[in-house]
T-cell receptor
Framework: DQQVKQNSPSLSVQEGRISILNCDYTNSMFDYFLWYKKYPAEGPTFLISISSIKDKNEDGRFTVFLNKSAKHLSLHIVPSQPGDSAVYFCAAYSGAGSYQLTFGKGTKLSVIP | ETGVTQSPTHLIKTRGQQVTLRCSSQSGHNTVSWYQQALGQGPQFIFQYYREEENGRGNFPPRFSGLQFPNYSSELNVNALELDDSALYLC?????????????FGQGTRLTVV
């Protein structure tokens, strides 16, 4: 069973507009969430994270929102750039001593010039 | 500062064979985790090594085994290969374990079992 779900396999956005990538989770023990970006033939690279004690974290063009009651998080990219075209993975840790990242299946973002 | 490097980048093996994949962790990192990413799926946790000891294991059978060396590089060994083992194998290194340590991934090894 998928504990981290990214229900949109793909998303297309015009350059300059906002990209919103969504992620839902079922495990209430998850307390730390991360977004990774992956280009073809490369490993995933860390983008931004958020602890469950927060509801928002911002880093430049990237903002992650966490709604604990809905078990939902989203990544906002504003403005979107063609170089943002990649697969985005939502991932989560459970508990302070956790060593295991649980990933979603990913969403392929295409930013159209 | 060198990043995480994995070798080989691509590999083709026959069902029933054994394979060893290698990972050099980022300089100064003492923790290595291995993930399997099947086509169309997200990476799945196989196991983690911290200071040469297995620190946790995901839902993979015992024919998946690993080692970490004193220089913190690591190997993933898979025995009795099955067709379903075809996947991208990712290694990630970090400084320490736990949920707020950033894991840096290598480019992966693409294993094809025929």
């Amino acid at each position: 069973d998928q504990q981290v779900k990214q229900n949109s396999p793909s998303l297309s956005v015009q350059e300059g507009r906002i990209s919103i990538l969504n992620c839902d989770y079922t495990n209430s023990m998850f307390d730390y969430f991360l977004w990774y970006k992956k280009y073809p033939a490369e490993g995933p690279t860390f983008l931004i994270s958020i602890s469950s004690i927060k509801d928002k974290n911002e880093d430049g063009r990237f903002t992650v929102f966490l709604n604990k009651s809905a078990k939902h998080l989203s990544l906002h990219i504003v403005p979107s750039q063609p170089g943002d075209s990649a697969v985005y993975f939502c991932a989560a840790y459970s508990g302070a001593g956790s060593y295991q990242l649980t990933f979603g299946k990913g969403t392929k973002l295409s930013v159209i010039p | 500062e060198t990043g995480v490097t994995q070798s080989p980048t691509h590999l083709i093996k026959t069902r029933g064979q054994q394979v060893t994949l290698r990972c050099s962790s980022q300089s100064g990192h003492n923790t290595v985790s291995w993930y399997q990413q099947a086509l169309g799926q997200g990476p799945q946790f196989i196991f983690q090594y911290y200071r040469e000891e297995e620190n946790g294991r995901g839902n993979f059978p015992p024919r998946f085994s690993g080692l970490q060396f004193p220089n913190y590089s690591s190997e993933l060994n898979v025995n009795a290969l099955e067709l379903d083992d075809s996947a991208l194998y990712l290694c990630a290194s970090s400084l320490g374990t736990g949920h707020n340590t950033e894991a840096f991934f290598g480019q992966g090894t693409r294993l094809t079992v025929v």
